[in-house]
T-cell receptor
Framework: GAVVSQHPSWVICKSGTSVKIECRSLDFQATTMFWYRQFPKQSLMLMATSNEGSKATYEQGVEKDKFLINHASLTLSTLTVTSAHPEDSSFYIC??????????????FGDGTRLSIL | GENVEQHPSTLSVQEGDSAVIKCTYSDSASNYFPWYKQELGKRPQLIIDIRSNVGEKKDQRIAVTLNKTAKHFSLHITETQPEDSAVYFCAASQQGGYQKVTFGIGTKLQVIP
């Protein structure tokens, strides 16, 4: 149980393209999902908290107009990197916890999306 | 906000030896401490976690200890094997799925056969 599916796993595209990444909780409901960015050999940096039915909460320094988050259902959150540029190249990973479980922990991660902007 | 410090950043041990990774946290409200293992290019996977009402937890070769007073928690891996080689992250949060998880910088563990 507690499987989080993330798609696509790898994206290579030209500069200026917008890229959408999906994060789905397959066997549980997730009122809240989290989006992280990870640079090579570094830790996971929280970008934003995705809240079902309301606006996402962005961490300091993360541009909300650059990284659009939509959490339209209890099992799906999307992250859209708008007008992506080479500096946006990174490993993006989502996580979710089962809001139906006591204490709602632990977080379960998707497989991640490796984004390469040419 | 929460700040989690982790050390060492790299650790090499001989196969069969023990490995210890230490973390400290700053927010006394944090009460849930998971440890994740991440292999290259893959998702972080939860290997063990501990809640603040427990001082120690063990699962086969892996154990975690927590000192709430000192705000320290540690991961202990005994009888290390080459497949234990990975990056390990400690983390801290408050219980509840709405609470964000703060990660340490990670420890790259290399087990030498």
């Amino acid at each position: 149980g507690a499987v989080v599916s993330q798609h696509p796993s790898w994206v290579i595209c030209k500069s200026g393209t917008s890229v959408k990444i999906e994060c789905r909780s397959l066997d549980f409901q997730a009122t809240t999902m989290f989006w992280y960015r990870q640079f090579p050999k570094q830790s996971l940096m929280l970008m934003a908290t995705s809240n079902e039915g309301s606006k996402a909460t962005y961490e300091q320094g993360v541009e909300k107009d650059k990284f659009l988050i939509n959490h339209a259902s209890l099992t799906l959150s999307t992250l859209t990197v708008t007008s992506a540029h080479p500096e946006d190249s990174s490993f993006y990973i989502c996580s979710a916890s089962n809001t139906g479980r006591p204490n709602n922990q632990p977080q379960h991660f998707g497989d991640g999306t490796r984004l390469s902007i040419l | 906000g929460e700040n989690v410090e982790q050390h060492p950043s790299t650790l090499s041990v001989q196969e069969g030896d023990s490995a210890v990774i230490k973390c400290t946290y700053s927010d006394s409200a944090s009460n849930y401490f998971p440890w994740y293992k991440q292999e290259l290019g893959k998702r972080p996977q939860l290997i063990i976690d501990i809640r603040s009402n427990v001082g120690e937890k063990k699962d086969q070769r892996i154990a975690v200890t927590l000192n709430k007073t000192a705000k320290h928690f540690s991961l202990h891996i005994t009888e290390t094997q080459p497949e234990d080689s990975a990056v390990y992250f400690c983390a801290a949060s408050q219980q509840g799925g709405y609470q964000k998880v703060t990660f340490g910088i990670g420890t790259k563990l290399q087990v030498i056969p």
